[in-house]
């Protein structure tokens, strides 16, 4: 039988660079530079009770061993763990998912925990509320602002209250001076109309997302005015919901009339019911049919025809408005916000120039 190979214990930890920073213990660091494991410790979460001397040799060591602090073992060990709360109503809906993944990337390269409170639509949201959603009294508020209950949630703390919110564009002269980040959704959509104006359509027709925080939705108001500007027809928009089941619903009545060669969709999901209902139909996209969607879900690129869509930088806004909470909390030493992507049209297979019955 095969002797059995003893476990081998390192006299110290690893050199090479990726295994040493998983394996560095707080155990090593308080070897090297012979101190308690304790002081280390007390180092790590700046606790006023070490020499200066004692803090720097540690210090270094730390730096040189490579050692990352072990954010549950500091918290088990009763040492200071920095959070925030993230306050949104739907994690579900493509823009908020992103978002919250943005912050929550950002806020773990800073050394922070994330929880998460999902608002209830129907809730009364008062500032003694959102107090009661927070893990600690006091703790650093992201409100994810995309719809009613986010608005009513960042309107409700405090405008001293250490928070920061991803919100829908202001309206011109109502920006708050606190620390919100947005898209701009408005100059997205009149930019994906004229992109179709240009390809020859006489005007555009649009299958509207709803909006719950303004009586016009951010994308209508900027579909609409580009209509408006270059003096064409601006057809009645038509409630598309949410769903690809939703904008094929919406989509049939629509695409029945051949005059209507455009459709600007309020997302890609919506997008996904106007391509079934066109191909139902015997509508050839794009080459009777252009359809443009908003968001570039994933799926976009793999759709038959690709989908004609706008990339927003949801993720890119998440770690923008985290960024501004840090910033915010620690305007010394917290690095400046990020910046995200402007909108951006990316043309496909689903955009053509306009049928010649059209022009």
Same mark, same amino acid.
């Given at each position: 039988?095969?002797?059995?190979?003893?476990?081998?214990?390192?006299?110290?930890?690893?050199?090479?660079?990726?295994?040493?920073? @998983?394996?560095?213990?707080?155990?090593?660091?308080?070897?090297?530079?012979?101190?308690?494991?304790?002081?280390?410790?007390?180092?790590?979460?700046?606790?006023?009770?070490?020499?200066?001397?004692?803090?720097?040799?540690?210090?270094?060591?730390?730096? *040189?061993?490579?050692?990352?602090?072990?954010?549950?073992? @500091?918290? /088990?060990?009763?040492?200071?763990? @920095?959070?925030?709360?993230?306050?949104?109503?739907?994690?579900?809906?493509?823009?908020?998912?992103?978002?919250?993944?943005?912050?929550?990337?950002?806020?773990?390269?800073?050394?922070?925990?994330?929880?998460?409170?999902?608002?209830?639509?129907?809730?009364?949201?008062?500032?003694?509320?959102?107090?009661?959603?927070?893990?600690?009294?006091?703790?650093?508020? /992201?409100?994810?602002?995309?719809?009613?209950? #986010?608005?009513?949630?960042?309107?409700?703390?405090?405008?001293?209250?250490?928070?920061?919110?991803?919100? *829908?564009?202001?309206?011109?002269?109502?920006?708050?001076? @606190?620390?919100?980040?947005?898209?701009?959704?408005?100059?997205?959509?009149?930019?994906?109309?004229?992109?179709?104006?240009?390809?020859?359509?006489?005007?555009?027709?649009?299958?509207?997302?709803?909006?719950?925080?303004?009586?016009?939705?951010?994308?209508?108001?900027?579909?609409?005015?580009?209509?408006?500007?270059?003096?064409?027809?601006?057809?009645?928009?038509?409630? #598309?919901?949410?769903?690809?089941?939703?904008?094929?619903?919406?989509?049939?009545?629509?695409?029945?009339?051949?005059?209507?060669?455009?459709?600007?969709?309020?997302?890609?999901?919506?997008?996904?019911?106007?391509?079934?209902?066109?191909?139902?139909?015997?509508?050839?996209?794009?080459?009777?049919?252009?359809?443009?969607?908003?968001?570039?879900?994933?799926?976009?690129?793999?759709?038959?025809?690709?989908?004609?869509?706008?990339?927003?930088?949801?993720?890119?806004?998440?770690?923008?408005?985290?960024?501004?909470?840090?910033?915010?909390?620690?305007?010394?030493?917290?690095?400046?916000?990020?910046?995200?992507?402007?909108?951006?049209?990316?043309?496909?297979?689903?955009?053509?120039?306009?049928?010649?019955?059209?022009?």
């Amino acid at each position: 039988m095969q002797e059995a190979i003893p476990a081998r214990r390192d006299e110290g930890p690893p050199r090479d660079g990726a295994d040493r920073h @998983r394996s560095v213990s707080i155990l090593d660091v308080a070897r090297a530079a012979g101190v308690s494991h304790q002081t280390v410790s007390r180092v790590v979460n700046d606790s006023p009770r070490v020499k200066k001397a004692t803090r720097e040799r540690v210090l270094q060591v730390i730096d *040189e061993l490579g050692y990352q602090p072990n954010r549950l073992a @500091r918290a /088990l060990a009763g040492g200071t763990v @920095r959070s925030v709360t993230v306050l949104t109503s739907d994690t579900t809906l493509y823009g908020a998912s992103l978002a919250l993944r943005g912050i929550e990337e950002a806020a773990r390269a800073a050394d922070f925990a994330v929880a998460v409170s999902v608002l209830d639509e129907k809730a009364a949201l008062t500032p003694v509320d959102i107090a009661g959603r927070l893990a600690r009294p006091g703790e650093p508020v /992201l409100v994810i602002a995309f719809n009613a209950p #986010g608005e009513q949630a960042w309107r409700a703390l405090p405008a001293d209250f250490p928070a920061a919110a991803v919100v *829908e564009l202001p309206r011109e002269g109502h920006v708050s001076g @606190r620390p919100e980040a947005w898209l701009d959704d408005r100059a997205a959509a009149a930019q994906a109309t004229r992109y179709l104006l240009g390809l020859g359509h006489r005007t555009v027709h649009h299958l509207a997302i709803p909006s719950s925080t303004t009586r016009v939705g951010q994308r209508t108001d900027g579909w609409r005015q580009a209509l408006q500007d270059a003096g064409r027809l601006v057809p009645e928009p038509v409630a #598309g919901g949410w769903s690809p089941r939703s904008g094929y619903r919406a989509a049939r009545s629509l695409i029945a009339d051949p005059q209507v060669t455009a459709v600007l969709c309020g997302n890609d999901d919506l997008a996904l019911g106007v391509l079934r209902a066109a191909r139902e139909a015997g509508r050839d996209v794009p080459g009777d049919l252009s359809v443009v969607g908003f968001d570039d879900a994933p799926y976009a690129a793999f759709t038959h025809p690709l989908l004609t869509t706008v990339r927003l930088d949801f993720e890119g806004l998440g770690r923008g408005a985290f960024g501004m909470l840090h910033r915010l909390l620690d305007p010394e030493n917290a690095p400046a916000p990020p910046l995200w992507a402007e909108p951006e049209l990316i043309v496909r297979e689903s955009s053509g120039p306009a049928p010649h019955r059209s022009v």
